[in-house]
């Protein structure tokens, strides 16, 4: 017997399906994290055995390590630096990207006016959330 496709049954399956992915990721990261503690207890070893005997690299049967550098920068203070950067012409120092949510707000003031040079994609989604505990539904705005 064929069961009949309705919205009850598309939201049970669709929270089932949810709920069983999310038992499969939780299983998975708490695997995965554990096995990245240990690379990086690992890696430490490497490192200061590296540091500990002057070397850049070890060669081994296994495979070889080496040190490197990484570099990361992050915004303490966007007043001071953006002002910085006007004034020495250095725009190409920082990433060019729109701000969503700020864009959103430009275009509401703007009567959904796009800025030159910005192009916008949007595409309906589905949300499925359960019923709260008083049994009234959920909608997304």
Do not use: C
């Amino acid at each position: 017997m064929k069961t009949e496709i309705t919205p009850d049954v598309l939201a049970e399956r669709g929270i089932l399906i949810r709920e069983k992915k999310a038992a499969l990721k939780k299983a998975f990261d708490e695997k995965y994290n554990k096995l990245t503690e240990m690379e990086d207890t690992i890696d430490a070893w490497m490192l200061q055995f590296m540091l500990k005997n002057g070397l850049e690299n070890v060669k081994t049967k296994f495979g070889t390590f080496f040190k490197s550098m990484k570099f990361r920068a992050n915004m303490a203070d966007w007043g001071a630096f953006s002002a910085w950067m006007v004034a020495h012409d250095e725009p190409e120092l920082v990433e060019k990207r729109v701000s969503t949510n700020n864009l959103k707000v430009w275009m509401k003031l703007h009567n959904d006016a796009l800025p030159p040079g910005i192009t916008v994609v949007q595409e309906a989604t589905v949300t499925l959330r359960r019923p709260t505990s008083k049994g009234a539904e959920n909608t997304e705005n």
